[in-house]
């Protein structure tokens, strides 16, 4: 008999937003004590003061030595540059730096995230264009079309990156109407912090700086239509281990520290929903509710039912983790990738899907090949777990083959970087330079690696309660639930929102030890 737990997602916008992560353990994340006291007891404008006063004096390491910093705060764990506008690329630290370039993948340069044209008049230009905090490794020629366009949301590409990573077009925020520059889904939160921090940092001229996310004034500093889609950016892709490691390796360099990855949720008592709170900058824990019991968004109250057969679509690559059970799924079909291998390519099994609220779940049978992350973000290796085809997922190391299959050992025609993008998943292993993409080809009816017009995009479903110890999490509408589980692994709360009502005593939530008084 098939055991379900029901979850009960009622109260998405009532949670305590980060009291599982980060400020909660300042010595850990390498916090001085007492630096954000200043701040302490402040919110809205006078909390973007405080802050200013704190970060603002930081040393200048000069344009030239941003090139140098890379490698401390931008390598992947496989030693590479970390692109975050392609996930194409494969640069080498130094010897791909600046250079000419024509194509996607011709060298990586230093993309000013808060762009040098709306700064270039104020006092403190030389500062903020060496300033690591919103300078990124980036492709040469995205960062080109890039320009200096705001951050926004697409409506109508003019252009793509591959695998439409990142998208150059008109906006579909409302608001602004004007061309944009979208980044992928995994990284819109690293870039909503950076540009927090950039008119927290330079609060002092950025009423002097000129682009169309600003206002032209000390508070807020940005416009409407920004604030309210960098604060959802925000918190759809919160901090990752990628940012709070990129923190510690700047702070080393220039002394001062991003709040708002030291505190997540923090840009929500200065631009936010808790801008009438004041904050405990001694006792962060992350968002307190002003939330009076009446929903006043699209959430509904529906339980939700996961099983042991049943998979949550991943909607946001940052949240994966070494440990999750997937499986790989072509949805317009009702398909994911089988046990079989055929002609060295993958077969597929019939899946049912459905829905819950806004969850999107999978339920698998025998047939599906289940796959185990193993490794880290842009070197994840997918182990194939069951049937007879296990081992790791691979291209062909044949550059004329497109297989897709499974292999004994871990190398570089296994390592894979996963990506989300409109709730596609971008699977593209490293050891080819073409046909490397995971997708599925609907002539062939075969998960395969073909360069063809009838391959089609896949999806990715996470086992939402594989793992025991703490990690994983979904997005429902864009917020994110969470596992809860004892200190001996038994799952105490699936799908959670918030701590309220658990009993007495030590969790573990996302590798965290939470403790309930």
Known sequence: MKTRLALHISQLRRIVLCALIACALPAAAGIPSGYYDKA???????????????????????????????????????????????????????TDQAGNYSAEG??????HSFPQSWFKNTSRAGEMKADVFHLYPTDGYVNNRRSNYPFGEVSSASYSSANSFSKVGSSSVSGYSGTVFEPNDE??????RSIFYMVTCYQNVISNCSGDMLSGDTYPSLTSWAKKMLLKWAKNDPVSEKEKARNEAIYSLQGNRNPYIDCPGLEQYVWGDSTSIAVDMKNYTGITSTDTGDDDDDDDDTPVTVSSTEFVKVTNAS????????????????????????????????????????????????????VVLEGSAGAWYLKAVNGSNTGYLC???????????????????AKASISISG??????????????????????????????SS??????????????????????????WFNVYTLDGRLARLGATTLKGLPRGTYVVNKKKITIK
């Open 319 to 370: 949240s994966l983790t070494a440990g999750d059970t997937l499986v790989i799924v072509y949805e317009s079909g009702s398909l994911a990738m089988s046990t079989t291998q055929n002609d060295n390519n993958r077969g597929n099994a019939s899946v049912t899907l459905s829905t819950s609220g806004s969850l999107s779940i999978v339920n698998v049978n025998d047939n599906v090949q289940l």
């Open 106 to 111: 011709d060298c990586y340069n230093r993309e």
């Open 455 to 480: 391959q089609q995009a896949v999806q990715l479903y996470r086992r939402a309660a594989s793992s025991t110890t703490g990690v994983g999490s979904v997005s429902r509408n864009g917020k994110k």
């Open 423 to 452: 709730g596609d998943a971008i699977i593209t292993f490293a050891g080819k330079s073409s046909r490397n993409v995971v997708q599925y080809n609907t002539s062939a009816n075969l998960f395969a690696c073909y360069n063809s």
């Open 40 to 94: 302490n007891g402040k919110s809205g404008e006078a909390l973007k003061t405080a802050l200013y006063g704190i970060i603002s004096s930081h040393t200048n390491i000069g344009y030239d030595a941003v090139w140098k910093a890379f490698k401390s705060t931008d390598l992947r764990s496989d030693g590479k540059i970390w692109d975050i506008y392609s996930n194409i690329t494969n640069f080498t630290y130094g």
């Open 187 to 192: 990284y819109k939160g690293d870039l909503a």
């Open 395 to 413: 291209t062909s190391n044949n550059t004329s083959k497109n297989h897709l299959r499974t292999q004994a050992s871990k190398d570089d025609y």
